[in-house]
């Protein structure tokens, strides 16, 4: 009897321990299994989309948001404007573009942004960029009205 109570007893103490931490432990590989399936199963989903979106938006946005821009841009390629313009900031025969929608309107005191550029680029040498020769070609003015002003549209993108 005391044998069998001795035998019993310490089964009595330690079961409801197992059990315990029985439950402790499914219950964290639970939390933990389906944390990281969720993850597990949001995360390679999510990226791909938003890697995708991000990709997509970017050339397709500048189009969708003015065309003009887009066809500004194929005139500026079209007409070997990047043999000597960057529309980064770094100088190459002229200067760098960035930023030249903000500039153009101070570089002639009456004349605004489109005045600037309008003459710029059908006329360069009635302003010559300080520090730059006067190299650019008066041939421009030539082209179509409408392809100038998109290329006034492209150059204040930048
Ligand atoms: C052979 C080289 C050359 C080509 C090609 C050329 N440019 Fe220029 N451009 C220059 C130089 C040099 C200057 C700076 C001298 C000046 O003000 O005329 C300049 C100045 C400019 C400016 C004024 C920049 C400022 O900071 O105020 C604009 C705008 C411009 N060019 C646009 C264009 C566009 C648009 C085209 C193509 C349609 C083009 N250029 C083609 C050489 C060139």
Redesign the pocket.
């Given at each position: 009897m005391g044998y069998q109570l001795m035998r019993l007893s310490p089964f009595s103490r330690v079961t409801p321990l197992l059990v315990v931490s029985a439950l402790v432990i499914v219950i964290a590989l639970a939390a933990c299994s389906s944390d990281s399936e969720h993850a597990d199963s949001g995360n390679p989903v999510t990226p791909i989309p938003t890697l995708v979106t991000i990709d997509t938006p970017d050339p397709s946005d500048e189009a969708d948001a003015d065309p003009a821009v887009a066809s500004g841009e194929e005139?500026?390629a079209a007409?070997?404007?990047?043999?000597?313009?960057s529309t980064g900031e770094n100088d190459?025969?002229?200067?760098?573009?960035a930023g030249?929608g903000e500039?153009?309107g101070t570089?002639v005191a009456g004349q605004s942004a489109d005045e600037?550029?309008n003459e710029?680029?059908k006329a360069?040498?009635a302003?010559?960029?300080d520090g730059?020769?006067?190299?650019?070609?008066g041939t421009?003015g030539n082209?179509p009205e409408g392809e100038i002003n998109d290329?006034i549209t492209f150059?204040k993108s930048l």
């Open positions: 005139v500026f007409n070997a404007c990047v043999a000597c313009h190459v025969v002229g200067p760098g573009l030249i500039r153009a570089r600037y550029l710029a680029i360069p040498g302003f010559i960029v730059f020769a006067n190299a650019m070609p421009f082209l290329l150059l």
